[in-house]
Structure formats: C-alpha cells, structure tokens
C-alpha cells in the first residue's frame, strides 16, 4: 500500500506474538490482493480487464460494498472510481488496519496502536496520538487523547502532493484544506470521511457536523483553523 505499518502493543498476553504475525500477514495480503502498484494485483488486474469482478476474492467485494456505502454517505464525494476503473485506496488501508488492530486486541493485549502511514487505530489505552502540521514542518497542530476503541485519519497534500480529486470534476478540490482529520471509532470510517471531507472543501464541515459520533480539525490554507462538534 506504499506506506509504513507499526505496532504499539501494550500489556501483551501469551497469544498477542501469534497475533501480530496473524495482524502482519493480513497486511501483505491485503497489498497483494488491492495494491495499485502491482501488476499482478486482484485491484490491478481488474483494471486491465484481465479479471472478472466474479472471480475476485470475498475481500474485494467486502471493500467494494464498504466503498459503495461511503460514496452514498458523501453523496458522491467518496469514489471508488478512478478513469473508469476500480479504485479502492482511499479505503482499503484504513479498513485494514482496522481489522489488524482488531486482530491483536482480540488475543488479550491491554492496548494496540497500529499506525499506517499516519492513520491510526487505538484500543484500550490511554493513547496521544499527535497530529501533524502541513504548513510548518516537524510541528505537531493538535493532540487526540484517545481511549478505547477510537480512529484518526487526516488527508492532505503535506506528504504525497495533491492525490484527492473532486470526484465530479476530476480535478483537485476548488477550495483545499491544508489537512482535514477526522476522529471517530473505526478507521475505515474515519478514512474514507477524511477523503471525502478534503474533497469537499470548504462544503466539509457542515457535512462532518452532521455525522453523528465524528469529529473533525482542519488547518486551511491560509492558517487557519476549525474543529466540529463532539458528535
């Protein structure tokens, strides 16, 4: 999935080693199975036309019915569909490490943190999970304090150039965040709001206010800053 996975385990008990090897393995299958990157991919064979949809693994219609739900929820701005082709990213890693946090929690440890490339999923704790600032380097521009079963996902153009599209323009939004980051208890939920939150723009934060149990921050542009309600 072209980022890094690590894990932060806490109070491990006799079946949390067997776990992380179970929650690693699901990882690489999962970059197997959707990377855009590889050609041998179910995700990149479907796209050459060189698979069907029919004989794809049981995941890949897991994650197409979770992309299809998001882009009802958004009215469109989440989109799986990309040049005419199937394109999961701005889901499949959050639902994965979702499901890898999950995986190592199930076997008895206190607390997990799994972070892949900035997304994080915690549960039990306490955890701080620090969020970073696009516009000045090195600098941290909030602090979640988490506890439980909770997610945060920010998208941006900070680390990876602008890579979010409007949907129904195929061009990046008219009105960009800086970052968006959203809060909430799974990542694959918290992902794919952060994607189409920064698509949105500025129409963003009426519609993240709307989404019951969500939080969000943004940085603008300019500087500047807003945060949601509690949800």
Known sequence: MGTVFSFDVRGAGPRAAAALEAAAAWLGH?????????????????AAGTLALSACSPEV?????????????????????????????????GWAVERAAAMVASAGADAVCVNGGGDVQVHGGPWRIGVSDPLRKGALATVVHAEGE????????????????????????????????????GLTEAD???????AMGDRARDWLESLPGTRAFAITADGTSWTTGTG
């Open 150 to 185: 909770l997610a945060v996902a920010t998208s941006g153009p900070a680390e990876r150039g602008c890579h979010i599209v409007d949907p129904r323009t195929g061009r990046p939004p008219a009105t960009a965040l800086a970052s968006l980051t959203v809060v909430c208890r």
């Open 61 to 93: 219609w897991e994650v197409l019915g979770l992309c299809e739900a998001a882009e009802r929820r958004s009215d469109g701005w989440f989109s799986a569909g990309y040049a005419g082709g199937f394109d999961p990213t701005g889901l499949v890693k």
């Open 30 to 46: 999962v970059d197997e199975v959707f990377s855009t990157y590889r050609p041998q991919s179910q995700v990149s064979r479907l």
């Open 192 to 198: 794919t709001c952060a994607t189409a939150g920064y």
